[in-house]
């Protein structure tokens, strides 16, 4: 064995906002307490990665990553937590970046948000979890990150109706160009709610804006219950909705502080989810070293 690393990426509960300005599309993660987790181990007298057979596009990071690197040899790549696929949560980005920064570790490197960005790019649109905080990204084309500031604490109160979106066919639909520039202006004044509840630590200002950006994304990406779950929401506490635009996730919006497990119980008969779960809000960023500063994994479906 050559070198071992570890690392872990957070998912998301959808976008606080996505859309396009100047039909340039981008997107605002909300990223949670769920993870991809990697632990890697390099072998020279290996010709492959062992990695689970669903996990392809970290394996294609990692083959991208051996040619860049040099690295003649393999490995064994284990997951060690890993997000549910297609319901816009970031798991693709977020197995994609968590399998690279613990090949770099390994090989003695230490990876960079941008670097990271820049590899999850060339597979498929990303999400932008690599970065501390919140960011705002090109998700599709790549640049024009800023740096909205750190999460403001909250939680999710999160459902979803089974199904899956894939990231790749939702992005190259021909109507969603379209779409887009029917909703700039709505997408701009969300934008705007979203930078201001960032900045001033305003959960209401973040919550409006994000729940104008997810009706807007109701004419193309429908959840069902929609109008019904947000006026629940809001009798019941709530601020708000976040969707995940390119996925089956739709969730309430609730101060960090309040006690979710009676509305989870309520929201589970009255809507009849496949899954729910509360999510707690965090920063992006991807933790990353030896196996032994490996973080821990308790947040899941329940």
Known sequence: MLGIG?????????????????????????????????????????????????????????????????????????????????????SSTADIVASAAAFLRALGHTPTAEMLA???LTIEPSDSVMFPGITLLNHVQGGGYESLGPAVPAQFLALD???????????????????????????????????????????????????????CNQTINPKPYFETFAAWVQVNGGLGLITAHSGTLLAGIFPATENLDSLLSEVRERFSPNDSAIFRARDG????????????????WR
């Open 118 to 120: 820049n590899l999850a």
């Open 6 to 90: 570890w690392a872990r990426c957070p998912g998301t509960c959808g976008e606080w906002v996505q859309g396009a300005r100047a039909g340039v599309p981008f997107l605002v993660d909300s990223p949670i307490e769920r993870f991809a987790e990697v632990f890697l181990e390099l072998d020279l007298d290996a010709s492959q990665w062992k990695i689970p057979f669903e996990k392809e596009k970290a394996r294609q990071a990692l083959s991208l990553l051996r040619q860049e690197y040099g690295f003649k040899g393999g490995g064994r790549v284990r997951f060690l937590e890993s997000l549910p696929a297609g319901k816009g949560m970031a």
């Open 285 to 300: 960023g991807v933790d990353s070293g030896s196996w032994d500063q490996r973080g821990g994994k308790e947040h899941a």
């Open 161 to 215: 109706w089974g199904g899956a979106v894939d990231t790749l066919a939702f992005n190259a639909r021909q109507d969603l160009a379209g779409h887009y520039r029917r909703f700039e202006p709505e997408i701009a004044l969300a934008l705007a709610l979203v930078k201001e509840g960032i900045a001033k630590r305003d959960l209401e200002k973040l919550a409006a804006g994000s729940s104008m950006s997810a009706r």
